[in-house]
């Protein structure tokens, strides 16, 4: 789907701070007019979380609060009535601010692998120690996600939906590095297969469905399965650009040749002093003269974003922070050399 489609040269991860809907809402809409997204305030509590948000879209599935995390359940309770009730508090903001709208909207949503992470089974153990509850968590978030994207097409008809799926966790899933209950061993890794071909399965509810769109994949952990995502169908692969290293240059420059949009992160996810808009994609700059691509691709390939999730920053930072990724794209655009 990537092939023709255009992505805006800015946008912001997700998460922001503060527990205001509307307040977010007119943020993210009013910083990126032509690619907003649907922000996410884990400042609220459980269930505004990363985890907990996803959780609440799960189809057949359910998941409560426990001291050690978020538990699959047999039936829904209070906390995934408080996921669902924040989520739409949050849509009904959104369609408030994207009256009128066309053009792209990006939704966020945590992959199966990194929920597989953090999801516990009834045993206290992560659901990713069992390849059968894998697969059916895989399938609820599939479906989930289906009627989800449907929910946010009703209420911003105009809009063409980018799904980001959000997968932190995945380098570990694939190294075995996530930790057992105990704390003492780690989950075995899983098959790099398997991996790619779930993946796939979640990707293509949106990127092979009638009226879909493309998804991007986002993780702010170092050494992100490049090709992999490639492979499994992601347009887009979104990450901390201050954690690349040399190592990832042939899969970022292949990348790029296939027609995958980078989502650079290049502008700190936490307060600080900002640089200059263009002294924050001189990296960008610099990769790319390594790589020895085209100048010109540069605007065509790379969509400029924090490095990750705002929710740890200031209210007034996060503000700053989205207006400094649209300079900053602008900069790259006007000088790409």
Not at 6 to 19: D, E, R
Not at 316 to 327: D, E, K, L, N, P
Request: hydrophobic share 40%; with cysteine; charged share 25%.
């Amino acid at each position: 789907m990537n092939d023709t489609l255009h992505f805006p040269p800015a946008t912001g991860i997700g998460s922001l701070p503060g527990t205001d809907a509307r307040e977010a809402a007119k943020t993210a809409t009013g910083a990126f007019e032509d690619f907003p997204h649907l922000p996410e305030l884990p400042a609220r509590g459980p269930g505004a979380d990363m985890i907990g948000r996803t959780a609440g879209l799960l189809v057949e599935l359910y998941a409560r609060v426990e001291p050690s995390g978020w538990r699959i359940g047999d039936r829904p309770g209070r906390d995934t009535r408080r996921a669902r009730s924040w989520l739409g508090e949050d849509l009904d903001a959104l369609e408030e601010f994207t009256q009128g709208y066309e053009g792209l909207l990006k939704v966020q949503a945590v992959g199966p692998w990194t929920l597989a992470a953090s999801l516990e089974l009834r045993n206290g153990e992560a659901a990713l120690s069992d390849p059968g509850a894998c697969r059916d968590l895989a399938a609820s978030l599939a479906e989930g996600l289906r009627l989800h994207l449907d929910e946010v097409r009703r209420r911003v008809p105009g809009a063409r939906l980018v799904l980001q799926l959000d997968e932190p966790s995945l380098t570990a899933v694939l190294r075995g590095q996530v930790r057992t209950a105990s704390g003492y061993r780690t989950h075995r890794a899983v098959d790099r297969q398997i991996v790619e071909a779930t993946l796939r399965d979640v990707i293509a509810v949106h990127d092979g469905a009638d009226g879909g769109g493309p998804v991007v994949v986002h993780s702010c952990a170092p050494d992100v399965p490049f090709a992999l995502l490639r492979r499994a169908g992601a347009a887009g692969i979104s990450f901390d650009f201050s954690l690349l290293t040399e190592r990832d240059d042939e899969a970022i420059g292949e990348a790029v040749e296939g027609g995958t949009r980078l989502f650079a992160g290049v502008v700190p996810g936490t307060d600080g002093p900002l640089s200059d808009p263009a002294g924050s994609v001189m990296g960008v700059r610099t990769l790319w003269r390594r790589l020895g691509l085209r100048p010109g691709l540069l605007p065509e390939a790379v969509t400029v974003t924090p490095a990750c999730g705002l929710a740890g920053a200031s209210p007034g930072y996060a503000r700053s922070a989205y207006a400094h990724c649209v300079r900053a794209a602008r900069s790259l655009a006007d000088n790409p050399e």
